[in-house]
């Protein structure tokens, strides 16, 4: 833009979540004034571009950090280029830490893993599925490390939406693993508790 008006960072639509989460996180790291154009829904759904401040983005991933009192990474399962993905990566980046992004993992299961792996007390963890008479499948994960049930219930509650979080915990000393490291999840469903 000319005339002394700002410039405007914009999100590629068409560009990875890798590529929107470094461009967003380049402009959180710049001190400047520069607003952030994102797309929204709106009430239309309808997708439209809209212009947000750096004080108003700021303030907004701040208050719902204070609201759910959450630290650390979050799981990116939405487009960074729309204002609610944006959020989970300014979150991530006011707590220090990169978002786990959602397209880095084969299955939603490895994305909730890696986001689990964060946490500071935990060592090592698998994400698998037992049958529910409910549900279906119900998700479950055997985590070894100090952190204990309500530590990692609270923890993925602050980051991960109800459907991807674990219902069932297993805190276990080590994951039953074949010769070639691969974890038995066969071995966890049998384990597993209802």
Same mark, same amino acid.
């Given at each position: ?71 650390? =990474?979050? %799981? #990116?399962?939405?487009? +960074?280029?729309? !204002?609610?993905? &944006? ?8 707590? *220090? ?15 909730? =893993?890696? %986001? #689990?792996?964060?946490? +500071?007390?935990? !060592?090592?963890? &698998? ?8 549900? *279906? ?15 990692? =219930? ?41």
């Amino acid at each position: 833009m000319s005339g002394g008006a700002a410039s405007l960072v914009a999100m590629d639509l068409q560009g990875s979540a890798a590529d929107a989460v470094r461009a967003l996180t380049g402009w959180l790291e710049r001190d400047d004034e520069e607003p952030l154009v994102v797309t929204t829904s709106g009430s239309t759904g309808r997708p439209k571009r809209v212009m947000l401040r750096r004080a108003a983005v700021l303030a907004s991933a701040r208050a719902t950090r204070a609201r759910l009192g959450a630290e650390g =990474a979050w %799981l #990116l399962t939405l487009p +960074p280029t729309y !204002v609610a993905g &944006a959020q989970v990566v300014c979150r991530s980046w006011l707590a *220090g830490h990169r978002p786990v992004l959602a397209e880095d993992h084969p299955t939603f299961a490895e994305a909730t =893993a890696a %986001l #689990l792996r964060e946490h +500071p007390d935990v !060592v090592d963890v &698998a994400v698998y599925g037992v049958d529910d008479p409910t549900w *279906g499948r119900r998700v479950c994960a055997a985590v070894v490390g100090a952190a204990d049930e309500q530590e990692l =219930a609270a923890w993925c509650r602050d980051r991960l939406a109800p459907p991807k979080r674990p219902k069932t915990w297993l805190v276990t000393d080590d994951l039953p693993r074949t010769l070639t490291g691969k974890v038995r999840r066969d071995l966890l469903a049998e384990r597993t508790t209802t």
